[in-house]
């Protein structure tokens, strides 16, 4: 089964900062999604990565898949403190397309402040 | 009204009690999916359904239920509750078009003393 690693697992950075969180697969990646969640409340999904080379943005967050190094990197700027939370990342696609099972990282916690 | 909602948000229950948890979808998707979060260990899938008359075991499936009532509807029930399945569950739904991703619920917390 794949297996999605996150780093780092948690990381604190000032407000104003940039930072990246990885996301790396044991198994080739054909798709990746990433979702953000509040503490103790729900996931909200920030993009979805369809092949490799693609990269996507919502708002400030920037999303890349690298198929080759079987990675995605969500990277922020300028952070704020709205962007504290877990950030998770999703795969549910083998070689065969997508099995409809979300496997999860274990998440990256980022806080922010002021 | 949210897309996912989940009954009870928060419950306290006790050991060897029987337990059920709701989620009900407004997305007419037929994909649903019950999974637990546990600190350090991220999300783990219990059950799925991929429609009314097909229900899965996920990674952990032992010592829970489910029940697709609908295409709706989807409980997850814990028939004998105990200490170790304390965690905060989630429902998730997806249907076509994986561009818009899975849709979570708020979740439910369970403790069980």
């Known amino acids: 089964s794949q297996e999605l690693e996150q780093s780092p697992q948690s990381l604190i950075v000032q407000e104003g900062k940039n930072l990246t969180i990885n996301c790396t697969s044991s198994?080739?990646?054909?798709?990746l999604y990433w979702y953000k969640q509040k503490y103790g409340e729900g996931l909200i999904f920030l993009m979805m990565?369809?092949?490799?080379?693609e990269e996507k943005s919502h708002e400030k967050i920037t999303a890349k898949l690298d198929e080759k190094k079987q990675q995605s990197s969500l990277h922020i700027t300028a952070s704020q403190p709205s962007h504290a939370g877990i950030y998770l990342c999703g795969a549910d696609k083998d070689s065969g397309g997508s099995n409809y099972k979300l496997t999860f990282g274990k998440g990256t916690l980022l806080t922010v402040n002021p | 009204d949210a897309d996912v909602t989940q009954t009870p948000r928060n419950r306290i229950t006790k050991t060897g009690k029987r337990i059920m948890l709701e989620c009900s979808q407004t997305k007419g998707h037929d994909r649903m999916y019950w999974y637990r979060q546990d600190p350090g260990l991220g999300l783990r899938l219990i059950y799925y359904?991929?429609?009314?008359?097909?229900?899965n075991k996920g990674e952990i499936s032992d010592g829970y239920s489910v029940s697709r009532q609908a295409q709706a509807k989807f409980s997850l029930s814990l028939e004998s509750a105990i200490p170790n399945q304390t965690a905060l569950y989630f429902c998730?739904?997806?249907?076509?078009?994986?561009?818009?991703?899975?849709?979570f619920g708020s979740g439910t917390r369970l403790t069980v003393v």
């Open positions: 198994k080739t990646l054909y798709g």
């Open positions: 359904s991929f429609d009314v008359k097909d229900i």
């Open positions: 990565l369809q092949k490799g080379g």
């Open positions: 998730a739904t997806s249907g076509p078009g994986q561009e818009n991703g899975y849709t």
